[in-house]
């Protein structure tokens, strides 16, 4: 029996030591990183909430019970809590009255209310910070930047931290001969077991997965120690996974997660008590989203009307996960969406999630689906092709989760491709309706929905329906509807500004816009100013063509949205190379994600030019933070859903909206019909189900009184 090299035993044995220690160091390094998280954290609020002392009256200190001479402090010049704080004790002992004892007091209950300011305090990250927070801004990004991607490594390589570490004890344990001496003393056996361990150990440190851990901890080295261009660039790209930690580590209520309302504490915590299995999930989840799959795993039959931009895709994925994940044999998932979409789905899950997806739709479905039959997973397919899959699932396959994205879709019950969806309800563990508008007309047409999911409940929401401003409305529908809003989840989406762009009419625009008039043609009146074929002569091109120059100087991307096709056409004309691409109803859907990523690519003042109806859904262009309207839109929506696409969860640059109007026209109506519509829509939007009761298309009597009020106008001048 050949005696072991005891000398090149011990270095390998080392090396397996160091390896398995330096892995759980990677692990013991989590705590340190999120320390370093929330001391920016704190450093960032405590130096805000120094700046908020100066909007605090000095008469506070009356409320102290401590005896302060506060009109002493105001007489003496000190008019808020701020003076106070940045003012010596000498100073402060120099106000007539104020001893040391009072001086104490005075600092103790500053320093109670910077702390009260300070935990209030929500961080918006900002990669162009300008303020006396930049270089902590810059800082904190970096601290999170390094967690984000350490954590990546950790859950990638926590199987192989596993096995390393087992193999490591089994090294320990195995009782094998050390060294010359001992295997000379040592019997047979003793002897045997080591040879044995040691061909093991040497084929160990020879094996791919040996060569894999040296690679993961090199990994680990440049995740945890990401440079700040980096980080920066992740950020830009990525900037919910930065809030999502944030919520977790941030100052204790300010980044505190709004995650639902009108739901009652028993059904909460229900909810909560769920244990959201997400190992086979490859995203980070909002508090907010991670509530959301709670509620679709637990309540199983669900409306998610959450606002538009808010995740519900990234909810349903999680939801769909952690089925995958959790259940034993085949999971069958259905995503039933619009057309435009579909690659969008695809895409995310992919991203998401380890479900395998098939596409079915156009030539390619039968294959698809013969395929989903066989392997399980995600089968996407739209409304349209309902009627071709739906007599191969009914009564044949049973569905874990059926997932119908823009559910107002089939708010008609004598619709073809509601009655399609809905002879699959007994097929369907789980039905997931998602929806960022509920209610477009009727709120009977959201009782269809309901009805659909939950027809135990249709009679009570019908009942209360009338009193919808009340909250007894909105717990009623706790069980089954749920919605939250940006405002309330997303505290850190930078500001938005609105500017109305009235252009002086050329006179082309003018003869043009005559003659739309004069011959009653209410589409042609919309699209005044791009009547004409010369855009040269356009006064709203001009002024798009300055706002483009302005957006380049400040390196930002535009997107500009029209509902007309010919007018998309002239203004990508008008921009030449400058504009990327054009998305019309005519564009693929494939083509329409690429030409997102395009923009997303780009350089600074690039344009994407798109259809409103087209880009509006479906798709996400944070890349943009310029958004322009060429013409006043018929319903609110219309603008809501389109500027949705830009201001959404993961925008980190303040948005800025242009709206390119021309006095004197039909654009003057427009606005003053669309103000009163988003009146109404803005009362009940959030407040229940009724949410777009009010966005209705405009009547023909409105059109009639617009187009013979423009008629007279013009008039006169024909005569």
Same mark, same amino acid.
Not at 9 to 23: H, M, P, Y
Not at 54 to 61: K, R, T
Not at 241 to 266: K, W
């Given at each position: ?22 892995? #759980?160091?990677?692990? &013991? ?12 954290? +704190? #450093? ?70 910077? &702390? ?11 990669? @162009?910070?300008?303020?006396? &927070? ?28 596993? &096995? ?6 089994? =090294? ?10 001992? %295997? ?5 056996? /003793?002897?045997? +077991? ?60 300010? +980044? ?32 907010? *989203? ?9 309540? #199983? ?15 349903? =994925? ?26 969008? %789905? ?12 098939? =596409? ?24 349209? /092709? ?5 007599? !191969? ?6 569905? /874990? ?52 999911? !939950? ?46 762009? %009235? ?17 009653? +043609? ?102 943009? /933070? ?39 026209? =039909? ?12 009146? @109404? ?5 959030? @407040? ?22 423009? !008629? *007279? ?7």
């Amino acid at each position: 029996m050949n005696k072991p090299n005891f000398k090149d035993l011990k270095k390998l044995i080392k090396a397996i030591s160091d390896t398995n220690e330096a892995f #759980k160091s990677i692990y &013991n390094e989590r705590l340190l990183q999120e320390e370093s998280i929330k001391q920016l954290c +704190n #450093k960032i609020a405590g130096k805000q909430a120094q700046k908020d002392l100066f909007e605090v009256s000095v008469d506070e200190l009356k409320n102290a019970k401590a005896g302060i001479r506060v009109q002493a402090l105001i007489d003496a010049g000190y008019r808020n809590l701020g003076q106070i704080s940045e003012a010596t004790d000498f100073e402060i002992q120099s106000v007539n009255g104020i001893g040391e004892k009072q001086t104490e007091a005075i600092r103790s209950i500053i320093t109670d209310f910077a &702390n009260s300011l300070a935990a209030k305090v929500t961080i918006r990250l900002d990669i @162009e910070a300008t303020s006396d &927070n930049a270089e902590d801004n810059v800082a904190l990004i970096t601290a999170l930047a390094n967690y984000i991607n350490s954590e990546k490594v950790r859950k990638d390589s926590l199987e192989a931290a596993s &096995n390393l570490d087992t193999y490591a004890q089994k =090294i320990k344990d195995s009782g094998m001969i050390r060294n010359s001496i001992r %295997w000379l003393f040592s019997n047979s056996v /003793s002897k045997q +077991n080591t040879v044995a361990m040691a061909d093991s150990i040497y084929e160990f440190c020879n094996s791919a997965f040996f060569e894999r851990l040296m690679h993961i901890l090199e990994l680990y080295q440049e995740a945890s120690n990401t440079s700040q261009a980096m980080a920066l660039e992740l950020f830009g790209k990525s900037s919910a996974d930065f809030y999502a930690i944030l919520e977790n580590l941030g100052n204790s209520t300010g +980044n505190r997660p709004f995650v639902y309302d009108s739901i009652s504490a028993q059904l909460a915590d229900e909810i909560n008590a769920i244990n959201l299995n997400l190992d086979e999930f490859r995203g980070t989840l909002r508090a907010y *989203q991670v509530f959301g799959a709670k509620y679709i795993l637990n309540q #199983k039959k669900v409306l998610l009307g959450d606002e538009m931009g808010l995740g519900k895709t990234i909810q349903a =994925i999680a939801a769909m996960s952690h089925i995958h994940t959790t259940e034993n044999g085949k999971c069958y998932f259905l995503i039933v969406c619009p057309a435009s979409v579909l690659i969008n %789905w695809a895409r995310e899950i992919k991203k998401f999630s380890n479900i395998e997806a098939f =596409i079915l739709h156009g030539q390619t479905l039968d294959d698809s689906f013969a395929r989903w039959q066989e392997n399980g997973g995600a089968a996407i397919t739209n409304y349209e /092709s309902m009627g071709k899959i739906v007599d !191969r699932i009914d009564n044949h396959m049973s569905l /874990s989760m059926l997932v119908i994205d823009e559910a107002h879709y089939m708010k008609n019950p004598d619709a073809k491709r509601t009655m399609y969806i809905r002879r699959l309800d007994n097929e369907s563990e789980r039905i997931l309706l998602m929806t960022g508008t509920p209610l477009e007309n009727r709120v009977d047409e959201m009782c269809n929905l309901i009805d659909f999911v !939950r027809p135990d409940m249709t009679k009570e929401v019908k009942e209360l329906a009338n009193i919808s401003h009340l909250p007894q409305f909105k717990e009623s529908l706790a069980p089954v509807y749920i919605r939250r809003t940006r405002q309330q989840v997303l505290k850190e989406l930078p500001e938005i500004a609105q500017e109305l762009e %009235w252009c002086s009419l050329t006179e082309t625009d003018k003869d043009r816009y005559r003659d739309a008039v004069l011959s009653g +043609n209410f589409s042609d009146m919309r699209r005044v100013s791009f009547l004409q074929d010369d855009m040269s002569t356009s006064s709203k091109c001009m002024r798009l063509l300055e706002l483009l120059e302005q957006a380049e100087h400040e390196g930002r991307k535009v997107i500009i949205y029209s509902f007309f096709r010919e007018t998309i056409s002239k203004v990508s004309t008008l921009l030449g190379s400058r504009c990327i691409g054009v998305i019309s109803g005519d564009t693929m859907m494939s083509t329409r994600q690429l030409l997102v990523d395009k923009l997303a690519d780009a350089p600074a003042g690039s344009v994407l030019v798109s259809q409103i109806i087209a880009g509006g859904v479906g798709l996400n262009i944070q890349a943009a /933070s310029i958004v322009v309207f060429c013409e006043p839109q018929i319903k609110p929506s219309l603008e809501s859903q389109a500027l949705s696409r830009v201001y959404r969860m993961g925008q980190i640059r303040n948005v800025l909206v242009y709206r390119l109007l021309c006095p004197d026209t =039909i654009d003057d109506d427009m606005m003053l019909i669309l103000e009163e519509k988003q009146v @109404e829509f803005d009362n009940y939007a959030d @407040e229940s189900i009724v949410a777009g009761a009010f966005d209705n298309i405009m009547d023909k009597e409105w059109i009639s009184k617009a187009l013979e009020k423009e !008629r *007279q106008k013009y008039l006169p001048m024909v005569i």
